[in-house]
């Protein structure tokens, strides 16, 4: 009886010791090879590097709108951008696609705090028309600058008036709306 008590704790823990080893071994297959980190964890890796630095658009030549709309880069991969832990590299390619991305408009509609367009561009000096279609007042702000537009109400005002442009002849930034990263301006002093 001891014997057969021996035999079935030893095929025990022989079994214990196969599911260890074979547990083992799967989790050595889902590691990188060299790398140390999982397939999970490198994913999540290119998904922070790609929110913060979003590919730069293609050119419109012959596109069709539908393409157009595939090809926009998102409000929120705009604003998501990490300037402060970005390389300069990085900081130059954000610069480009923010410049790329400007549309020089003189009216920003700020909407539900959804202004169009998401970065408006001026000519250093050049004054623009924010208008609220919205049924509520909304309070833009950058920096110092706080400017609160009533309901259908628009407000003249200059874009280089909020920013000092120093010897750069180009510069951008973002701008809340109640509180919420909503949109971002490009000056330019090129005429």
């Not at 214990?16 to 297959?29: D, E, H, K, N």
Request: aromatic share 8%; with cysteine; proline share 6%.
């Amino acid at each position: 009886m001891k014997k057969n008590l021996l035999h079935i704790l030893f095929i025990l823990l022989v079994a214990i010791a196969l599911v260890f080893g074979y547990l083992i071994y799967q989790r050595s297959l889902s590691e990188t090879p060299n790398s140390g980190t999982t397939e999970s964890e490198t994913s999540l890796k290119d998904s922070v590097t790609n929110e913060q630095i979003p590919p730069p658009p293609p050119p419109p030549v012959g596109e069709t709108s539908q393409e157009v709309a595939e090809n926009r880069v998102s409000r929120d991969s705009l604003l998501a951008f990490l300037w402060d832990v970005a390389t300069d590299e990085e900081k130059k390619r954000y610069f480009e696609l923010v410049k790329s991305e400007a549309k020089y408009v003189n009216l920003l509609d700020i909407n539900g705090c959804n202004p169009e367009p998401v970065v408006i561009g001026a000519k250093y000096g050049e004054s623009i028309t924010v208008k609220n279609s919205d049924t509520i007042a909304h309070t833009l702000e950058y920096g110092d600058g706080v400017l609160t537009i009533s309901p259908g109400n628009e407000e003249n005002f200059v874009l280089s008036d909020l920013v000092e442009i120093g010897e750069r002849s180009e510069t951008f930034g973002k701008y809340i709306c109640d509180d919420v990263p909503a949109g971002m301006f490009f000056i330019s002093t090129d005429s």
